[in-house]
């Protein structure tokens, strides 16, 4: 529901037709601002014994703004906002009433990127005593010029890997690509649209590419950050869950000087 006042309308509407009714009765002279808006718009629902948070405190920080007792709507439109005794003098004979009961009521917000998953995740491991991460080799590396030098550099990385390691079918790998900004990727956001787009046919690097190149383990090919967490960068580190199902980071096999010829 937006906020915004439908009162001055109506009310010249409303006065126009109380002049037309009264003549020259000084009352109906009045300006529509001095009419009190119950007389003006009745409200199709109040909702009373609230605490109706407003943030309307812009700044960020830590206050909720204006905190309201009752609040009346009209049209899908909250028009008012005050004391039950001044929301009720807004009801019509054919408006609803709503007793909240001290619940809180919040403005609807609109958040376009939020991962709920991985916080009930979170929580469930902590509830139910489960490892906090998954186990398996995790590298962290720049990311390529091109599509076609990311996955030329994850193949070199996997040869290195298992030269050093031999994945059990269990365990999982993970490729975090780092943001380079000399090579055109400024952000992780950047590098993350190699993987991504809206449309299937504007990704750049496929699940086939990496079938391709890893055909018999399970890789995850992601940008900044993934199932695993690496300590340091261009190092395979071999993950496993400790005693506390936290996870225990072992140095496996560096990249060494030659990687990027």
Same mark, same amino acid.
């Not at 037709?17 to 009045?30: E, R, Y």
């Not at 990311?150 to 690509?177: F, G, S």
């Not at 995850?220 to 340091?232: H, K, N, Q």
């Not at 199902?245 to 560096?254: L, Q």
């Given at each position: 529901?937006?906020?915004?006042?439908?009162?001055? =309308?109506?009310?010249?509407?409303?006065?126009?037709?109380?002049?037309?009714?009264?003549? /020259?009765?000084?009352?109906?002279?009045?300006?529509?601002?001095?009419?009190?808006?119950?007389?003006?718009?009745?409200? $199709?629902?109040?909702?009373?014994?609230?605490?109706?948070?407003?943030? $309307?405190?812009?700044?960020?920080?830590?206050?909720? &703004?204006? %905190?309201?007792?009752?609040?009346?709507?009209?049209?899908?439109?909250?028009?008012?906002? &005050?004391?039950?005794?001044?929301?009720?003098?807004?009801?019509?004979?054919?408006?609803?009433?709503?007793?909240?009961?001290?619940?809180?009521?919040?403005?609807? %917000?609109?958040? !376009?990127?939020?991962?709920?998953?991985?916080? !009930?995740?979170?929580?469930?491991?902590?509830?139910?005593?489960?490892?906090?991460?998954?186990? /398996?080799?995790?590298?962290?590396?720049?990311? &390529? @010029?091109?599509? $076609?030098?990311?996955?030329?550099?994850?193949?070199?990385?996997?040869?290195?890997?298992?030269?050093?390691?031999?994945?059990?079918?269990?365990?999982?790998?993970?490729? +975090?690509?780092?943001?380079?900004?000399?090579?055109?990727?400024?952000?992780?956001?950047?590098?993350?649209?190699?993987?991504?787009?809206?449309?299937?046919?504007? #990704?750049?690097?496929?699940? !086939?590419?990496?079938? +391709?190149? #890893?055909?018999?383990?399970?890789?995850?090919?992601?940008?900044?950050? /993934?199932?695993?967490? @690496?300590? +340091?960068?261009?190092?395979?580190?071999?993950? =496993?869950? &400790?005693?506390? /199902?936290?996870?225990?980071?072992?140095?496996?096999?560096?990249?060494?000087?030659?990687?990027?010829?």
């Amino acid at each position: 529901m937006t906020h915004r006042c439908l009162i001055a =309308t109506t009310g010249i509407r409303l006065a126009a037709l109380l002049t037309f009714l009264l003549g /020259g009765n000084a009352w109906a002279q009045a300006s529509v601002g001095d009419l009190p808006p119950e007389i003006l718009l009745y409200a $199709d629902v109040v909702y009373l014994n609230a605490k109706i948070v407003t943030l $309307d405190d812009h700044e960020l920080n830590a206050d909720p &703004g204006t %905190i309201a007792e009752a609040m009346a709507v009209r049209d899908e439109v909250i028009i008012a906002l &005050g004391t039950d005794s001044e929301m009720l003098a807004m009801a019509g004979p054919d408006s609803k009433i709503v007793d909240l009961k001290g619940k809180t009521v919040l403005p609807g %917000i609109v958040e !376009s990127h939020v991962h709920p998953m991985s916080e !009930s995740e979170r929580f469930a491991r902590e509830q139910y005593n489960l490892r906090m991460t998954p186990e /398996g080799y995790v590298l962290q590396m720049d990311v &390529g @010029a091109t599509p $076609d030098d990311t996955m030329a550099r994850v193949a070199r990385a996997m040869d290195l890997l298992l030269d050093h390691a031999t994945p059990t079918p269990d365990e999982w790998l993970n490729i +975090e690509l780092m943001h380079a900004p000399a090579l055109g990727f400024a952000t992780p956001a950047s590098v993350s649209t190699l993987m991504s787009a809206p449309k299937l046919s504007d #990704v750049r690097i496929t699940r !086939s590419d990496i079938s +391709e190149i #890893v055909p018999n383990y399970p890789l995850v090919l992601s940008s900044a950050t /993934g199932i695993m967490d @690496a300590p +340091e960068k261009n190092i395979w580190f071999h993950v =496993t869950a &400790g005693p506390n /199902g936290r996870p225990i980071a072992r140095e496996v096999v560096a990249l060494d000087r030659s990687f990027d010829q």
